[in-house]
Nanobody
């Protein structure tokens, strides 16, 4: 099993920035089999949506259209950590942000492990 712990959420005014972090831990060899990690979000009354992801093997990243130009995913594979730098935040970015990890390298494919989520609230 893999455990994911998010941090860094909070309340910010529109136009502000936040940096989310996620640390992965777990048993060997499963933790070494992680091929990708990413961020998803779920706003009240809406479906969970993809935000960004990074592949461990070559650091390839993928960002949702809503995130491009404002959010940047980065990784520290040695520490099994990922980050999401969010700039120019808008009220519509308000959501619970989830960290996820997957054992297959397809960034758009399924994710096998999920964190508990961290709340991001953007006030207008």
């Amino acid at each position: 099993q893999v455990q994911l712990a998010e941090s860094g959420g909070g309340l910010v005014q529109a136009g502000g920035s936040l940096r989310l972090s996620c640390a992965a831990s777990g048993r060997i060899p499963t933790i070494f089999n992680i091929a990708k990690m990413g961020w998803f979000r779920q706003a009240p009354g809406k479906e969970r949506e993809f935000v960004a992801a990074s592949r461990w093997s070559d650091s390839t990243t993928l960002h949702a259209n809503s995130a491009k130009g404002r959010f940047t995913i980065s990784t520290d594979t040695a520490k099994n950590r990922i980050y999401l730098q969010m700039n120019s935040l808008k009220p519509e970015d308000t959501a619970v942000y989830f960290c996820a990890a997957g054992l297959n390298s397809n960034l758009g494919g399924n994710y096998d492990y999920w964190g508990q989520g961290t709340q991001v609230t953007v006030s207008s």
